[in-house]
């Protein structure tokens, strides 16, 4: 009795932490139970690169939303990455203490103001502008890329910044110490030895791009069509479920929780390899 | 005499933020000789080394008073490239950190980014580099390894070898051989012997011991002040100051 006093604790935290892991293994098997069936029945190949989307007809094809979200995430990364990297060296290399005690909490605000914001700040203010100056409809993957490129900042330069702060003095002393210029110290020496973090940084930035849903849906134009250029509209995976998951039912719910299925995989793929390349390094 | 001055520091003081570290210091360093400036730590002996190639400046909020001169030149003149200063004073740190390169690209990085040279005249500076911190015989089978793979003692000669790979004038050695197995600080201590031929070597050694086996010229600084400064005869054997005389016959520190 004394025994089951001590370890109490320990109980009571292990059931804690099983209740998290259960709601992961309850939603998982959840998607798969009811999203399982439909790709089956479709048929693999059908479901992933299928081109039409017409539930109402019973055609599942989702390859034109992967084409979207591919899209809008690469667009995202090609725009944020550069942009969050050059900020994370700055704040790690060259900003004065005073500049990094006000950016630093920035940066950290920006990953706090609500999707449903930026999706509406994008459509007042991204979408007429692409619209006007650009062409086409203005909701796009353009502006989705420009909104996600924002979204990600945070996770890109908070990794990144870290991983460039982690490195041992001594590797940037020592280059500078060999006559090196900052900037080839930089260039030559920490962003190499930080390359794992940076990449890691990259990769959780895309996931976290092609898991949004609010603010996509509101700029993308969730057209089901495959795009011919960054100005038309695309529908991802997130917001087809975002969109239609209201009214489905039947056999088209099941499609839905299937495209959830898909995303699933692809994030737990981008995830697992960000850890992968962290603990790479941390062995090193 | 003047003629074999390297390095002259005048009337030097050194702060951080507020707080003095070094006081008004004046000493004169020998070219081709091997000088020791030793004392207990937080004596200013690293902060003095690192003001030499201006690594100082790297923390914020610091500030200089004096003077140190280089072939008579002032480091502090405006118009010297810092770059330039640091590959003439070239520096091993305590804690050899090879970058995660290997072993080659480790002593070729610094020539190959300085000076406009061709792979063949850098793959001569290598292998004269690493001959001259007396390695080449352990890595010529494997420059292509990784540097991390050597051993503790190895590395650090390999710090040393990336170094003299810049054809530095002054070589400053921190603690250098503070982490390192007696055979291996041997065998820097002879290279630091052969080398002093061609260049002027000053080190903080890590302990007396060291600085009697090596040095020609010893120095002696405690809590920010130069006690007490001379030929290794005059430090080590017979001391005129009582501080020096406790110190180095190790009744402190």
């Known amino acids: 009795m004394r025994k089951f006093k001590e370890n109490l604790p320990g109980y009571i935290f292990l059931l804690l932490a099983l209740s998290s892991i259960s709601a992961l293994a309850l939603i998982t098997g959840f998607i798969v139970v009811r999203g399982a069936p439909i790709i089956t029945d479709v048929g693999l190949k059908e479901f992933v690169f299928g081109m039409s989307w017409a539930p109402s007809l019973g055609e599942y094809g989702i390859f034109p939303m992967i084409i979207g979200t591919v899209s809008v995430a690469l667009g995202a990364g090609l725009i944020g990455v550069p942009i969050g990297i050059c900020c994370s060296i700055f704040l790690s290399e060259f900003a004065p203490p005073v500049i990094t005690t006000i950016f630093r909490p920035a940066i950290q605000l920006l990953a706090g103001i609500p999707s449903v914001v930026y999706g509406f700040w994008g459509l007042i203010f991204i979408v007429p502008f692409i619209r006007d100056y650009l062409g086409g409809p203005g909701l796009s993957i353009l502006a989705a890329s420009i909104i996600l490129a924002i979204m990600i900042l945070p996770t890109v330069i908070s990794i990144s910044e870290v991983s460039l702060l982690a490195l041992p003095k001594q590797y940037k002393e020592g280059a500078l110490a060999l006559g090196l210029t900052h900037w080839q110290t930089i260039r030559f020496v920490m962003l190499p030895a930080a390359k794992s973090g940076i990449v890691a940084a990259v990769i959780l930035g895309i996931g976290r791009a092609i898991g949004e849903t609010m603010a996509v849906i509101m700029i993308v134009g969730n057209a089901v069509a495959m795009p011919e250029s960054i100005l038309d509209p695309v529908r991802t995976l997130t917001t087809n479920i975002g969109i239609e998951m209201g009214y489905a039912t039947g056999v088209h719910q099941e499609a839905l929780f299937a495209t959830g299925i898909v995303l699933f995989i692809v994030i737990m793929i981008l995830n697992a390899t960000a850890q992968y390349i962290t603990r790479k390094k941390s062995k090193k | ?253």
Request: charged share 25%; net charge neutral.
């Open chain 2, 1 to 253: 005499m003047s003629e074999n001055i390297k390095i002259e520091i005048k009337n030097f003081s050194f702060f951080y933020h507020k707080k003095q570290v070094i006081y008004d210091l004046n000493l004169k360093i020998r070219k081709n000789e091997i000088t020791s400036i030793f004392g207990p730590a937080n004596g200013g002996v690293t902060t003095l080394l690192r003001s030499l190639n201006r690594l100082c400046e790297l923390t914020h909020d610091i500030r200089t008073e004096g003077d140190i001169l280089i072939d008579g030149e002032s480091i502090f003149n405006p118009d010297l490239s810092v770059t330039d200063l640091r590959r003439k004073v070239g520096m091993v740190f305590e804690i050899p950190a090879p970058l995660p390169i290997s072993i080659y690209d480790n002593v070729a990085y610094g020539p190959k980014l300085s000076k406009k040279k061709s792979r063949s005249q850098i793959a001569d500076v290598v292998e004269q580099a690493l001959k001259q911190a007396a390695l080449w015989d352990e890595v010529k089978e494997r420059l292509k390894a990784p540097a991390i793979s050597l051993s503790g003692g190895q590395q650090q000669r390999l710090c040393i070898a990336r170094v003299l790979a810049l054809q530095p004038e002054v070589i400053m050695l921190d603690r250098a051989c503070s982490g390192l197995d007696p055979i291996s600080t041997a065998k820097i201590e002879e290279s630091l012997i052969n080398l002093k031929e061609e260049f002027t070597i000053i080190i903080a050694p890590h302990n007396v011991q060291q600085a009697i086996r090596i040095s020609d010229w010893a120095a002696f600084m405690l809590m920010g002040h130069l006690i007490e400064a001379g030929t290794n005869t005059e430090v080590f054997s017979s001391p005129k100051d009582q501080r020096t005389n406790d110190y180095v016959t190790g009744r402190f520190g």
